[in-house]
Every structure is written in structure tokens, then in C-alpha cells.
């Protein structure tokens, strides 16, 4: 009896022997548990703190941090330091306090800007506009013309005529671009020439002659405006154009004993013209204004008929817009 009772227990130890030992392997293959990774992190990083603490304590001459045992008490502990105290003793500059000055009450004046800039004139484009439309009249004198004339069928007359007083219309529109401008003009222009006795080889001879000239001239003309006041502003300009030109001339002649009247010579041409103008030009009631220019234009000759020059004085009054 005893014996079966004793076996029983072997038995029984065992199987409880048996059962630990599968058991063991079952805990160890389990996972571990979300809450004991964040444990065992946190002592990790906890433990690296403690070290760099310590190292720095050593470098600096501070203490180093002491960890609280979380389970031993919930209290504040109060950490004694005298880093603070070893800094305060450091040398140093000696910085005085700041002083703050009271703003000075001012009475309410005017404020008064000064500027470098004095006088700022407006350009004439300001002053009169982008635009502008200008009619002219003008009275001239030409210069000597150079001629050729068959006076007896094969011989030859080389004369000049004198020049004489003429006149011109003139219907200019340009745009301006501050003092600068530039117009495109279109011109009809009439003078007279005259010679009292063509110089011919007969010395008894005479020989008047009288001609007349007429030029149609489209022109193209840029410039600058200089401002001379508000209203006032002087003007210079250059320009160049194409024309036709048609010059005709009657010729009388007396032997010594009749007169006669010699065949007229005419001639037409397409020509070059060229011009230099000077100017003032006056502001007098809103965007009217007023010119007086002197001008001088040539052309190139015409056949037989050499090229013309002359000294033009013209007065206009143009729109500005």
C-alpha cells in the first residue's frame, strides 16, 4: 500500500514536471506586451540621459542629474546647484542699467519737407499734349537761280535769275514725345524770277526774261522743343521731303530795232527738298497755340532750271490735342 502511494506521487510529480517544461516554451514564444516595450525603450533612454549627464557634469563642474524613484515618493525634490553661483562669478564686462529719457512734449507745429529738386519743369508734351495739327502761311525771297536757255535755236544762254519775293501754305500734324516731335507736312510753294538782260555775246542786244516757279513738297520733319516758361517754348528742327517742281520762263529780245518774243521754255520734275527750321511757339488760350519760324529750304534742280534755295519766314496757328 505504501508503495502504491509513493508511486502515485512520483507519478504526479512528473506530470507536473512534464507540464512546467511545456510551458516554458509557450511563455517564451509569447509576445511581448505593448506596455512592457515602452517600459524597457523608456529605461534605455533614461539610463543614455544618466550618462550624458554625467559626462557633462565632468566637463563643466556641475552636478550631474539624480534620478527620483517614481515608487518611493510622489514629493518634489529640491535640487541644490551652485552653477548659477559659479557663473555669477565669472569675469566679465560691467554692463550699467539702461536709463530711459522722457520723451520731450513738442507743441503741434507744421512739417515743413525741403527737397534738392527746386525747379521741375513740364516737358512740352505735358504742357500741350501728344498731338497737334499746325497751319501755316509764309512769305520768302529765293536766291539767285542758275538757268539755261536755247535763245537762236543752236545757241546757248548761261544766265542766272534774280530771285524775288513769294509765298507758301503749309498743313503740318505731328506727335510729340516729351520735348521731342516729329510732323508730316504738306507744302505748296510760289516765287518769282526776273533778269533784266540775259548776258548773251551780242553786245546791243537786250534780253529780259521773267520766270515763274511753282513746288508741291510732302516733308517729313523731327526736332526738339526747348521750354522757356509755362506758355513759351523754342523749337529747331530738321526735315526732308519728295516734290514736284514746274518752272516756266518768258523771254523778250530786241535787236536794236523790234522787239520780239522769244519761245517760253518750261520744265517739270519730280524733286528732293530739304529743310532747316527755327521757331517759337506760344500757349495762349487752352490747347490753342501760335508759331513764328524762320526756315530755310532747298530743292533740287529742275532741267534747265537750277536748284532753288530760300529763306522762308512763316506764322501759324495750330490745335493741340
Not at 243 to 252: A, I, N
Request: aromatic share 14%; net charge negative; hydrophobic share 35%.
Amino acid at each position: 500500500m505504501f508503495f502504491l502511494r509513493k508511486k502515485s506521487k512520483s507519478v504526479l510529480f512528473f506530470l507536473v514536471c512534464s507540464n512546467f517544461s511545456l510551458a516554458v516554451p509557450e511563455f517564451q514564444s509569447s509576445p511581448t506586451s505593448e506596455l512592457s516595450e515602452r517600459r524597457i525603450r523608456f529605461d534605455k533612454l533614461e539610463q543614455r540621459a544618466v550618462r550624458l549627464s554625467q559626462q557633462i557634469g565632468k566637463l563643466s563642474a556641475t552636478d550631474p542629474i539624480i534620478l527620483i524613484d517614481r515608487n518611493a515618493s510622489l514629493e518634489q525634490v529640491n535640487i541644490e546647484s551652485d552653477a548659477q553661483t559659479n557663473f555669477d562669478a565669472l569675469p566679465g564686462p560691467f554692463v550699467e542699467p539702461l536709463t530711459l529719457v522722457p520723451p520731450k512734449e513738442e507743441a503741434n507745429s507744421s512739417v515743413i519737407f525741403n527737397s534738392k529738386v527746386k525747379n521741375v519743369v513740364p516737358t512740352t508734351q505735358q504742357r500741350k499734349g501728344d498731338y497737334y495739327f499746325l497751319p501755316k502761311v509764309g512769305i520768302s525771297i529765293s536766291s539767285n537761280l542758275d538757268i539755261r536757255y536755247n535763245a537762236y535755236g543752236s545757241s546757248e544762254v548761261n544766265d542766272e535769275l534774280n530771285g524775288e519775293w513769294g509765298n507758301s501754305v503749309t498743313l503740318a500734324t505731328g506727335k510729340r514725345w516729351d520735348n521731342w516731335f516729329a510732323d508730316l507736312s504738306f507744302s505748296y510753294h510760289y516765287h518769282t524770277y526776273s533778269n533784266t538782260n540775259l548776258f548773251d555775246d551780242i553786245q546791243f542786244t537786250l534780253m529780259p526774261a521773267t520766270s515763274k516757279q511753282e513746288a508741291f513738297l510732302l516733308g517729313l520733319t523731327g526736332g526738339y522743343s526747348v521750354p522757356i516758361s509755362t506758355k513759351l517754348s523754342h523749337t529747331g528742327g530738321i526735315g526732308f521731303g519728295l516734290g514736284w517742281r514746274r518752272d516756266s520762263m518768258d523771254v523778250d529780245f530786241y535787236d536794236g530795232w523790234d522787239w520780239y518774243t522769244l519761245p517760253p521754255q518750261n520744265s517739270t520734275s519730280f524733286i528732293f527738298s530739304y529743310n532747316f527750321s527755327l521757331g517759337l511757339e506760344y500757349l495762349f488760350v487752352n490747347n490753342f497755340s501760335g508759331f513764328l519760324g524762320y526756315k530755310f529750304l532747298g530743292m533740287s534742280q529742275n532741267n534747265n532750271f537750277g536748284s532753288s534755295m530760300q529763306h522762308q519766314i512763316d506764322l501759324g496757328v495750330g490745335v493741340n490735342f
